[in-house]
Nanobody, 122 residues
Framework: QVQLVESGGGLVQPGGSLRLSCAAS????????MGWYRQAPGKQRELVADITSGGGSTNYADSVKGRFTISRDNAKNRVYLQMNSLKPEDTAVYYC???????????????WGQGTQVTVSS
């Protein structure tokens, strides 16, 4: 059983920073892409950033480019999201997603964390 657990969310003032972390545990044969998504009240879940298995390629939503940085540590089965210059419109529940192959006999599938709340407000 694969589990993803996010941490690092909270309340921050506009212009502040937060660092989200997502830890994967359980039966993990290999990782593919990992990413962060967010969902604000009344809105659809949207991609914030993702990163390839080796970390060599990243992709960001236009709204966060230049402010957020995604990174991963494969040795620790973790993915991070450094969020700087936060704005009120960044307020949302942030979810971690990872494409994982649990065993050598299984095909890769997507797993999601439970989400962590980020609130940007003065």
């Amino acid at each position: 059983q694969v589990q993803l657990v996010e941490s690092g969310g909270g309340l921050v003032q506009p212009g502040g920073s937060l660092r989200l972390s997502c830890a994967a545990s359980g039966s993990i044969f290999s990782f593919n892409a990992m990413g962060w998504y967010r969902q604000a009240p009344g809105k659809q879940r949207e991609l914030v950033a993702d990163i390839t298995s080796g970390g060599g390629s990243t992709n960001y939503a236009d709204s966060v480019k230049g402010r957020f940085t995604i990174s991963r540590d494969n040795a620790k089965n973790r993915v991070y999201l450094q969020m700087n210059s936060l704005k009120p419109e960044d307020t949302a529940v942030y979810y971690c997603k990872a494409t994982i192959r649990p065993t050598s006999f299984m095909t890769p599938r997507d797993y999601w964390g439970q989400g962590t709340q980020v609130t940007v407000s003065s």
